[in-house]
């Protein structure tokens, strides 16, 4: 069975803090890796990471992919209190019928 | 805004009632995803559809059901509900009907069960 699993589960820093967060998978196949982030509701993407894109940085936000290991990091720097929210990382298999597969996510939060 | 729509925002319904929760997806989206998110489950799916196809099913319940529609939009379908049943539930579009790519999600229905 295709598993995410992210670590810490949750996380209290200060502002201006770097923050960096886990996310392991075993799936079959695998296609690409994904990081979003959930606020109030919705999730929004942040990322997405394959065997041709290892590593991507947005602003304060970076991430990469290590394929061998099976992980992957999303980085945090310069934390703000706006970055409060719950980051989801997602896996994608190369199979036409196979949803994203979701970890339980990492709550981050971040106080002044 | 990602573009996704879902209606309504918030419902409270009795135990054993029928809802039902409408998505419209992204302009130009042909596949639609249902999520269900609870505390302690996070977010599991549910159900895929494309271009009208059912194309994948997780773990949905035998009473949840889902369609979609020639206009693109699809409805999710809850009947005899239970306590359990309480969730946000998420409605995703993306272009494509193959997996490992950017699904786009909708701000939610939340679902409270009294």
């Known amino acids: 069975e295709d598993k995410v699993v992210q670590s810490p589960l949750s996380l209290v820093v200060h502002e201006g803090d770097t923050v960096t967060l886990n996310c392991s998978y075993e799936?079959?196949?695998?296609?690409?890796l994904l990081w979003y982030k959930q606020e109030k509701k919705a999730p929004t993407f942040l990322f997405m990471l394959?065997?041709?894109?290892i590593e991507k940085k947005s602003g304060r936000l970076s991430s990469i992919l290590d394929k061998k290991e099976l992980f992957s990091i999303l980085n945090i720097t310069a934390t703000q209190t706006g970055d409060s929210a719950i980051y989801l990382c997602?896996?994608?298999?190369?199979?036409?019928?196979?949803?994203?597969?979701f970890g339980k996510g990492t709550r981050l939060s971040v106080i002044a | 805004d990602s573009g996704v729509t879902q209606t309504p925002k918030h419902l409270i319904t009795a135990t054993g009632q029928r809802v039902t929760l409408r998505c419209s997806p992204r302009s130009g989206d042909l596949s639609v995803y249902w999520y269900q998110q609870s505390l302690d489950q996070g977010l599991q799916f549910l159900i895929q559809y494309y271009n009208g196809e059912e194309r994948a099913k997780g773990n949905i319940l035998e009473r949840f059901s889902a369609q979609q529609f020639p206009d693109l939009h699809s409805e999710l379908n809850l009947s005899s509900l239970e306590l359990g049943d309480s969730a946000l539930y998420f409605c995703?579009?993306?272009?494509?009907?193959?997996?490992?790519?950017?699904?786009?999600f909708g701000e939610g229905s939340w679902l409270t069960v009294v």
């Open positions: 995703a579009s993306s272009a494509q009907v193959t997996s490992g790519n950017t699904i786009y």
């Open positions: 394959t065997s041709s894109g």
């Open positions: 997602a896996v994608g298999v190369n199979s036409g019928n196979t949803p994203l597969v």
């Open positions: 799936v079959t196949n695998f296609r690409s």
